[in-house]
C-alpha cells in the first residue's frame, strides 16, 4: 500500500478505517489509566509488521479477512458438508466489491485483490456458492437474495480476475504487487478449470440464459449487465496465463511465475478447451456472437466476442487441423506420448535436434581421417601463410576458407532492433488430438452459422465509427484505438484466412470434399473480412503505422494483407467457369471472385498506397528477423498479383462487367476500374467491341505493370532481400526459393544485371549453394542461376575491368544506372524529367482519377459575341467549326447517344446524370474550346481536370433534351450538305476574360466549398456572374491549384538542374527559365486508336515548334556534337582548318533530314517499313533533293501502322513508342563520326530528346 493512502477520503468506507492515532479516552474510563496494561503475547506476535508492509496494509488485510469471515463457510455440523452463507453474505459482497473499487481501481494498486487471495475468497468462497446454489440440494429452496447472491459472486470473479498488465513500462514500485496479483490469477483459473469439473463456468452461464432468451424489446439494462459480465468472466478466464520467462545473465527461469503444485499442463489451452466444451461455454459464445447485429447491439459484445475468439486460436497454428498422419516408426525407435502438450513438443525438439545433427555430420571427419588437422594455406603471391585447424576445416574447400573466415577479428555487425514483434511473437501451444477436436469442431461451427462474418461487420463498423468521427492526427487511426485492440482484429482475420487456405489446399490434396453440413470450400464464411469496408481499414491501419513508425502494428497489418493477398491471387488465377461466363441470373455471380477481383484492383490503382509498400521493405532489415520475412512475402505476394492483373483477359473483364450492369449488381471495389472503362461496359452487345480500345488497355496495363514493377527494385529493397536471404540456415527451402525468384525477376526476366553486381550478393549465392543439400531441387536452380550470373559478369567484366560499383549498392540514378549497364552516358535534355516520369522505369503513372495524375493543356474559354443568340443558332455556329476536326466530329457522334440514354434515366425519374467518358473523350473535352462551349450550351458543367465529372444541371427536364439532341443531328446533316452561305458562322465568337477580383472570388468558393460552406451571393451579385460563370472561375482555380503543384514539383525536384547554369550569363539563365515555363505549360497526349486528331492547319505548327525546340536544346547543352570532338595532335593538318566546318555542316544536315523522316513517319515498327525507310534514306543521301525528301517521307508514311503489344526490350526505358531502327542510325553515325574526325572514343554519348507533344 502506498503511503498516500488515498482511499481514506473516500465517504463509502467511513465505518470500515481505522485511524493511526491514540484513541481519546472518555470521562468514564479515567479512573483507570494508571492501572498497568493486560499483556497480551498473542496479540503482540501478530502486530508484528512484515517486511516493507505499513500498518494501514496490515489494518486493510484484516479488514478484508473479517469480511471474508463474516460471508460465510462450510458447515462442519452437516454430513454433507455444505456451504453455509453468514446472516449478511450479500452485504460482506458488497463490501468486498465497495474495497476494491475504492481502492485498487482509483489507485491502480492490488492491495485488496492480494488480501482476499491471502483469504481464500475465490477458492474457498466464490465458486462454492456458485456450484453449490447452481443446483441447491433437496430440501434447499432457491431464492431471489441467493440469486443476488450469486450475481455479487459473479462481480467478484470479474474484478479479481481481469488482466494485470506488467510489462516494461511497470514501476518498480508496482511490479512484486502487480507479479503476485498475476500469479493469484492463475490459482484462480486452475481452481475454476477443475473444481468439480469447471461447473463455476456452468454456472456463471446459466445466470445468463433466461436474460439471452428475452426478445430485444423486452430485455432490461440489468439483463444486458448479466450477460456482458458473463462475457467479461469468460475473456478473463481465457487471457489469465502465466508471465513470460525472465532473463537473467545466468539463466532463463520463469518457474517463479507458477504458484506451487501448478504446471503449465493445469492452465493450458488443452485444459481451457475441455473445460469450456464440457460446460457449454463455446456453445455460448457462438449464441451470443450470433445475435450481435439483432439482438445484441452494444458495441462492447462484439469486442468481447472478437477477443475471445483471438485468445482461443491465436496461439495455435494451423497446420493442427489439417496434419498428414506420421509414417509408423520402428520398433526400436522410442516415441514420446504425444497426447499431452509437453510430448508433442518434445516431438519438435527431437525433429530440430535430428535436422542439426544432419547438418553436423556433413562436416565432421570420419575415424579414418583425425590425423592430419592442421592446414597451411599460401597466398598467390607465396607473400605470406595461414594456419587453419579443426576437423570441420577438412570437409571442403569451402569448409577451409569458412574456417579461416571465423577465426578472422570482425568488426562487431549490426544487430536486429527487435521493435515489432510484441502483438505477433506468441508461445506456440501443442493441442492433444481430443482438444484439436474440439477447436476444429468450433471454429467450423461458428463459421457455418455465419458467426464470424457477424463479428467482422460489428467490430468493422465500430472502428469505421471510431475512426470518422474523431480528428485524426499523425498516428491516424492508432490515435483514437487501442493498439491491442487493433491487432488483436486483425489478427485473428488472419488466422481465419490461413485457416480456410490450409483447409481448401488439404481437400484438395487428397482429393475429397467435405462433409455434409461441415463448411464449404469456397470463401463466403469469411466474405465479410474480404469485403470492401474491412479492405479500407486495412489499408489505413497500414497507413497511420507507417507513418507513426509503429513497427509492431504494421507488422500485424503485413501479416493480414498477405493473407488477404494470397486468398485474392488465388481465387484471381483461377478460370472462370462457363456459368460465371454467361450470368443467367443473379446466383450465377461468384462472390468470392468479385471480392478478390476488387481487392487487386483497388491496390493497383492506389498510388498512395503503392508509394508506401514500396518504403517498407526498404528498412525492414533494420528489424526482427519476422518483419523481414513477412516484409519479403509480401513484395512476392504483390508483384504476382499485379502481373496477374497485367496479363488478364480485358475482353472477357468487359464482358462480365456488361453482364453484370445488367443484373443491377454494383462493383464494389471493382468501382474504381469500371468508371475508366464506362464507355465499353455500357454498350448493347458484344459485338460491339472496340478491338483496339481494348488492346490499347491492355498495353496500359502491361506498362504500368511494368513501371510499378521497376520501384520494387530499388537498390534500398535489393539490400534488403539479400539481408533475407543471407540468414539461409533459419529459412525454409520454400522461403529460399522466394528470395532467389526476386532475384530472377530481376537479373533474368528484366535484365538489371548491374544491380546484382554486388560482392556481397556473389558471396551470399556461394554460400546458400554450399549450404543447400545435394541432390535438392532448390539447389540445382541456384546453381542454374549462378552459372547464368557468372556468364554475365565475366562479359561486363571484360569490357570494364575497373569494376570499382562492385564495391557498394547501386546509386538509383537514371543516369548511372544506364552507365553501369551499357556504358553509354544518356544525356536527357534539359525541363524533360516530368515528360520522363511515365516512361522512366523509377516513376509510376497513376490512375488519371488520381489528383497528381498528368493532365492535358487546358483550352482556352470562349463564348459568343452576342449571347442573345437562340440555342439552336448557337449550336449552329458551334457544329460548323467542330465539323473540321476529325476527333471532335467523332465526340459530338458520341455524344448524341450519350443524349438517348440521358433521355433515358431523366424519364425514369433520376435527377443527377452525368456523361459517361472514356480517358480520350475527358482529355479531348479539356483541350478542345468548341466541344467545351457545346457542353456548356448543353448546359453541362465543363470539366477543368480528368477526374472532374460532367454533370447536367438539375432543372434540365427530358423533353429539353430530347429537342437539343435533335438539333445536333440537324446541324451536322446540314453542315455535311453544305449551306451555302457561310456568313452567319464566322466571327461569332470570342475569348472570355475574367477580372482579377472574379478569379478571386473562383479561388475563396473553392476553398469555402471544400469546407462544407456555401458561396457568398452577395459577392456573386456584386461582381454579375452567372451560374455558368461561377463554375468557370471555380473551375479555373482549380486547374491553377493543379498548375502550382506541379511547377513546385519541378523546382522542389533536386536532380532537376539546368547543367549549363553554372557558367552562363545571365542572358542564358532567363532563357532557361523561359523554356522550363513552356515545359510546364506543355502536357502529354495519349497514344489510342481512337485519340482525337487535329485538323489540317495544327500539324505544321506543332512541327515547327518540334524541331525549333530541338535546336534550342542541342544549343544550350553543354555536351554540344561541335564542343565534344577532341583531335590528337598526330592527326592535326593543315587542310582541318578549312574542312572542320564543311564536313560538320554536311554532317548535321544530313542528320536534320533524318530527323524529319523519323519524327513525320512516327517511327519504324515493323521490318517492312525498315525495308521502305532504307530505301527512303537511300534516294536521300543519293539526290539531295528537299522535294524528293518530302516524297519519300510521304511514302514511307503510307506504311505507318499501330503500336503492336511487343515491349521495349531496353530495361531502362519503358516509352510506348517503339524505336527498332535507333541503334541502327545510331551505328552508322558513330562509323561516320569515327570516319569524319578520326577520333577514338572509348564511351559512347547518346541523346535522347523527348517529344513533349506525344506520349
Not at 77 to 95: I, P
Not at 972 to 988: A, N
Request: charged residues 30%; negative net charge; hydrophobic residues 35%.
Amino acid at each position: 500500500m502506498s503511503e498516500s493512502d488515498d482511499y481514506r477520503d473516500d465517504h463509502e468506507l467511513d465505518e470500515f478505517i481505522v485511524s493511526d492515532e491514540e484513541p481519546v479516552l472518555e470521562q468514564n474510563d479515567q479512573q483507570n489509566v494508571d492501572e498497568p496494561p493486560q499483556i497480551d503475547r498473542m496479540d503482540n506476535l501478530t502486530s508484528t509488521l512484515r517486511v516493507n508492509e505499513t500498518y494501514t496494509s496490515k489494518v486493510l488485510r484484516a479488514h478484508i479477512s473479517v469480511l471474508v469471515s463474516a460471508l460465510g463457510g462450510p458447515d462442519h455440523t452437516s454430513s454433507e458438508g455444505l456451504y453455509k452463507l453468514g446472516h449478511d453474505a450479500l452485504a460482506c459482497l458488497k463490501d468486498l466489491k465497495r474495497w476494491i473499487r475504492s481502492v485498487d481501481d482509483r489507485n491502480g494498486l492490488a492491495d485488496v485483490a492480494l488480501a482476499c487471495a491471502e483469504c481464500g475468497l475465490v477458492t474457498n468462497d466464490l465458486t462454492v456458492i456458485l456450484c453449490q446454489w447452481d443446483r441447491p440440494p433437496k430440501g434447499v429452496k432457491k431464492t431471489k437474495t441467493t440469486e443476488k447472491i450469486m450475481l455479487a459472486c459473479l462481480e467478484l470473479l470479474v474484478l479479481l480476475t481481469w488482466p494485470v498488465d506488467v510489462n516494461r513500462k511497470t514501476l518498480f514500485k508496482d511490479y512484486t504487487a502487480k507479479t503476485n496479483a498475476r500469479r493469484a490469477q492463475i490459482t484462480y483459473k486452475h481452481h475454476i478449470l477443475s473444481y468439480k469439473g469447471g461447473r463455476t463456468l456452468k454456472a456463471v452461464i446459466r445466470l445468463g440464459l433466461e436474460a439471452l432468451q428475452l426478445p430485444k424489446d423486452e430485455r432490461e439494462p440489468r439483463d444486458v449487465n448479466i450477460l456482458r459480465l458473463i462475457m467479461f468472466f469468460i475473456r478473463n478466464v481465457l487471457f489469465i496465463e502465466p508471465l513470460p520467462p525472465s532473463k537473467s545473465p545466468k539463466a532463463i527461469t520463469n518457474s517463479s511465475d507458477l504458484p506451487n503444485g501448478t504446471n503449465p499442463e493445469d492452465i493450458g489451452l488443452n485444459a481451457v478447451l475441455t473445460s469450456f466444451s464440457k460446460n457449454n461455454v463455446l456453445l455460448f459464445l457462438t449464441s451470443v456472437s450470433h445475435s450481435l447485429l439483432n439482438d445484441l447491439t452494444d458495441e462492447s459484445f462484439g469486442l468481447l466476442a472478437m477477443e475471445c475468439l483471438s485468445l482461443l486460436t491465436k496461439t495455435v497454428p494451423v497446420s493442427t487441423f489439417f496434419a498428414t498422419k506420421p509414417m509408423v516408426p520402428d520398433a526400436s525407435t522410442t516415441v514420446p506420448p504425444a497426447s499431452s502438450a509437453v510430448g508433442m513438443q518434445l516431438l519438435d525438439l527431437l525433429s530440430e535436434e535430428d535436422k542439426r545433427k544432419k547438418r553436423h555430420n556433413n562436416t565432421v571427419s570420419t575415424r579414418h581421417g583425425r590425423f592430419g588437422t592442421l592446414l597451411s594455406i599460401q597466398t598467390p603471391d607465396n607473400a605470406s601463410y595461414y594456419t587453419v585447424s579443426g576437423q570441420d576445416a577438412l570437409a571442403s574447400t569451402y569448409g577451409t576458407l569458412d574456417k579461416m573466415d571465423r577465426t578472422k577479428q570482425w568488426h562487431r555487425t549490426s544487430v536486429f532492433k527487435y521493435d515489432s514483434n510484441d502483438y505477433v511473437k506468441l508461445a506456440m501451444s501443442y493441442l492433444n488430438k481430443g482438444s484439436a477436436d474440439i477447436l476444429s469442431q468450433f471454429v467450423n461451427q461458428f463459421l457455418i452459422s455465419g458467426c464470424f462474418n457477424t463479428v467482422v461487420r460489428f467490430v468493422s463498423h465500430h472502428l469505421t465509427n471510431l475512426t470518422n468521427d474523431a480528428d485524426l492526427g499523425r498516428r491516424g487511426m492508432l490515435d483514437v484505438v487501442d493498439g491491442h485492440e487493433l491487432a488483436s482484429f486483425f489478427m485473428t482475420i488472419t488466422w481465419f484466412f490461413h485457416f480456410k487456405r490450409e483447409r481448401l489446399a488439404f481437400y484438395q490434396s487428397i482429393k475429397q470434399k467435405p462433409q455434409e453440413g461441415d463448411d464449404s470450400l469456397d470463401y463466403g464464411s469469411i466474405g465479410a473480412a474480404l469485403s470492401e469496408v474491412n479492405f479500407i481499414l486495412l489499408i489505413s491501419y497500414c497507413r497511420s503505422s507507417f507513418d507513426a513508425k509503429d513497427y509492431d502494428s504494421l507488422h500485424v497489418a503485413l501479416i493480414c494483407l498477405r493473407e488477404m493477398l494470397l486468398i485474392s491471387n488465388s481465387i484471381f488465377m483461377k478460370e472462370r467457369t462457363q456459368q460465371e461466363i454467361e450470368l443467367a441470373s443473379e446466383e450465377d455471380v461468384n462472390e468470392d471472385r468479385e471480392l478478390a477481383e476488387g481487392i487487386i484492383r483497388k491496390l493497383f490503382s492506389q498510388k498512395q498506397f503503392l508509394d508506401m509498400m514500396i518504403n517498407v521493405p526498404k528498412t525492414a532489415a533494420k528489424h526482427s528477423p519476422e518483419y523481414l520475412s513477412v516484409s519479403v512475402s509480401v513484395v512476392h505476394v504483390l508483384l504476382k498479383c499485379f502481373e496477374a492483373l497485367a496479363n488478364e483477359d480485358v475482353k472477357l473483364y468487359i464482358k462480365t462487367r456488361r453482364k453484370m450492369s445488367k443484373l443491377n449488381n454494383r462493383g464494389g471495389l471493382n468501382n474504381d476500374m469500371d468508371r475508366q472503362h464506362w464507355d465499353l461496359i455500357d454498350r448493347g452487345s458484344d459485338e460491339e467491341d472496340d478491338e483496339e480500345q481494348i488492346r490499347y488497355i491492355t498495353q496500359e496495363r502491361k506498362l504500368d505493370f511494368k513501371n510499378t514493377e521497376v520501384r520494387f527494385f530499388h537498390s534500398d529493397i535489393v539490400t534488403t532481400h539479400l539481408e533475407y536471404l543471407s540468414r539461409f540456415e533459419d529459412l525454409s527451402h520454400e522461403e529460399i526459393k522466394r528470395g532467389i525468384t526476386y532475384f530472377h525477376r530481376l537479373f533474368v526476366v528484366r535484365k538489371d544485371y548491374a544491380a546484382l553486381f554486388r560482392l556481397d550478393f556473389m558471396s551470399m549465392i556461394h554460400k546458400l549453394r554450399n549450404y543447400l543439400p545435394r541432390g535438392s531441387s532448390i539447389r540445382r536452380h541456384v546453381e542454374e542461376f549462378i552459372v547464368y550470373f557468372m556468364k554475365k559478369f565475366k562479359s561486363a567484366f571484360e569490357r570494364f575491368p575497373l569494376a570499382v560499383e562492385l564495391l557498394f549498392p547501386r546509386i538509383e540514378n537514371i543516369e548511372i544506372k544506364s552507365f553501369l549497364s551499357t556504358g553509354d552516358l544518356e544525356a536527357t535534355s534539359s525541363g524533360s524529367k516530368r515528360e520522363l516520369s511515365s516512361k522512366t522505369p523509377g516513376l509510376p503513372k497513376s490512375s488519371y482519377f488520381a489528383s497528381d495524375s498528368p493532365q492535358p493543356r487546358a483550352a482556352a474559354q470562349l463564348q459568343f459575341a452576342d449571347e442573345g443568340k437562340s440555342v439552336d443558332e448557337k449550336i449552329g455556329i458551334l457544329i460548323y467549326h467542330i465539323i473540321k476536326k476529325k476527333n471532335a466530329l467523332k465526340f459530338v457522334k458520341f455524344l448524341i447517344g450519350e443524349l438517348e440514354r440521358l433521355v433515358k434515366l431523366k424519364s425514369d425519374g433520376i435527377t443527377q446524370v452525368l456523361l459517361r467518358l472514356n480517358l480520350a473523350n475527358r482529355r479531348l473535352l479539356i483541350n478542345d474550346s468548341h466541344l467545351r462551349l457545346l457542353i456548356e450550351v448543353l448546359e453541362f458543367d465543363a470539366p477543368f481536370l480528368q477526374n472532374d465529372e460532367t454533370i447536367l444541371r438539375l432543372h434540365v427536364d427530358a423533353a429539353q433534351l430530347i429537342e437539343r439532341k435533335e438539333l445536333i443531328v440537324k446541324w451536322l446533316q446540314m453542315h455535311e450538305q453544305g449551306v451555302g452561305d457561310i456568313e452567319p458562322f464566322l466571327d461569332q465568337l470570342r475569348l472570355e476574360i475574367f477580372t482579377k477580383e472574379q478569379l478571386d472570388f473562383g479561388i475563396a468558393s473553392l476553398a469555402n466549398l471544400r469546407q462544407g460552406l456555401g458561396i457568398d451571393e452577395g459577392q456573386v451579385e456584386q461582381l454579375g456572374l452567372t451560374p455558368g460563370q461561377i463554375h468557370k472561375v471555380i473551375g479555373l482555380a482549380k486547374r491553377k491549384e493543379y498548375d502550382e503543384k506541379i511547377a513546385a514539383q519541378y523546382y522542389a525536384d533536386d536532380d532537376f538542374v539546368q547543367p549549363a547554369m553554372e557558367n552562363s550569363d545571365e542572358d542564358d539563365i532567363n532563357f532557361d527559365d523561359s523554356l522550363l515555363q513552356k515545359k510546364l505549360r506543355s502536357r502529354r497526349r495519349p497514344i489510342v486508336e481512337d485519340a482525337l486528331e487535329f485538323d489540317d492547319d495544327e500539324p505544321k505548327k506543332i512541327t515547327k515548334s518540334r524541331r525549333s525546340r530541338k535546336d534550342a536544346l542541342l544549343s544550350i547543352d553543354s555536351d554540344d556534337e561541335l564542343e565534344s570532338i577532341s583531335k590528337s595532335a598526330e592527326m592535326v593538318h593543315d587542310s582541318d582548318d578549312d574542312s572542320d566546318s564543311e564536313q560538320a555542316r554536311a554532317f548535321f544536315a544530313r542528320e536534320e533530314q533524318l530527323r524529319q523522316l523519323i519524327s513525320t513517319t512516327g517511327g519504324i515498327v515493323n521490318k517492312e517499313l525498315l525495308k521502305v525507310f532504307k530505301e527512303s534514306w537511300q534516294k536521300i543521301i543519293g539526290s539531295n533533293s528537299d522535294s524528293q525528301v518530302k516524297e519519300a517521307i510521304t511514302k514511307a508514311a503510307l506504311f505507318v501502322e499501330d503500336l503492336d503489344d511487343d515491349e521495349s526490350p531496353n530495361i531502362f526505358s519503358h516509352d510506348t513508342t517503339p524505336a527498332s531502327g535507333v541503334s541502327d542510325h545510331e551505328a552508322d553515325m558513330n562509323k561516320k563520326r569515327t570516319t569524319d574526325a578520326e577520333v577514338g572514343t572509348s564511351r559512347k554519348r547518346r541523346f535522347i530528346v523527348d517529344d513533349e507533344e506525344e506520349e
